[in-house]
T-cell receptor, first 115, second 114 residues
Framework: NAGVMQNPRHLVRRRGQEARLRCSPM?????VYWYRQLPEEGLKFMVY????????ESGMPKERFSAEFPKEGPSILRIQQVVRGDSAAYFC?????????????FGQGTRLTVV | AQSVTQPDIHITVSEGASLELRCNYS??????LFWYVQSPGQGLQLLLK??????LVQGIKGFEAEFKRSQSSFNLRKPSVHWSDAAEYFC????????????FGQGTTLQVKP
């Protein structure tokens, strides 16, 4: 059973370009969470999605950031018109059922560098 | 406000010495508590978790943590540190019913001296 898969592992974008980060949850998991880790900081929650639904986007920046988790395929975190301050590690976690007594499992992360 | 505080940003210990990493939380509901470890350039690996029951929990790699409700603390301990334990350690808190939405502390970087 493969773990949470994120790709790419490293992504370099020029200012103003778009960044697309992908996350494939563990098999059987239908709940996905995205986190951002700025340099020298802990992880900050961004958004929680179930298949085809955004459940909680309280941590998402109001502009340029969006997320989706379609019925088929991976979850996508999209950052439009990237700026230097978007440089960070973005982690995805998945869970089979957050209401059960089980933790979410994290992927290896995507390191985004904006030049 | 809900928060997690890890008072020590950097800790250096000698190999073979004991270790305690501190974690204090402020959380309105009954907390679910976690310790994760992150090696450079890697993802997060769960060391241990506390949901309920025995307040002393055992984890992987010889780590343990004790939940103290009266002190709002969940400190991580290891009796004898190995050089391979050098990494960054994160304490996190979540809620029953939503164990994927976590509040993380800022992390403690552990250095191990030979």
């Amino acid at each position: 059973n493969a773990g949470v898969m994120q790709n790419p592992r490293h992504l370099v974008r020029r200012r103003g370009q778009e960044a697309r980060l992908r996350c494939s949850p563990m098999k059987g998991h239908s709940h996905v969470y995205w986190y951002r880790q700025l340099p020298e900081e802990g992880l900050k929650f961004m958004v929680y999605l179930q298949k085809e639904n955004i459940i909680d986007e309280s941590g998402m920046p109001k502009e340029r950031f969006s997320a989706e988790f379609p019925k088929e395929g991976p979850s996508i975190l999209r950052i439009q018109q990237v700026v230097r301050g978007d440089s960070a590690a973005y982690f995805c976690a998945s869970s089979p059922n957050p209401q059960s007594s089980t933790e979410a499992f994290f992927g290896q992360g995507t390191r985004l560098t904006v030049v | 406000a809900q928060s997690v505080t890890q008072p020590d940003i950097h800790i250096t210990v000698s190999e073979g010495a004991s270790l305690e990493l501190r974690c204090n939380y402020s959380y309105g509901a009954t907390p679910y508590l976690f310790w994760y470890v992150q090696s450079p350039g890697q993802g997060l690996q769960l060391l241990l978790k506390y949901f309920s029951g025995d307040t002393l929990v055992q984890g992987i790699k010889g780590f343990e943590a004790e939940f103290k409700r009266s002190q709002s603390s969940f400190n991580l301990r290891k009796p004898s540190v190995h050089w391979s334990d050098a990494a960054e350690y994160f304490c996190a808190v979540g809620a029953k019913g939503n164990t994927g939405k976590l509040i993380f502390g800022q992390g403690t970087t552990l250095q191990v001296k030979p």
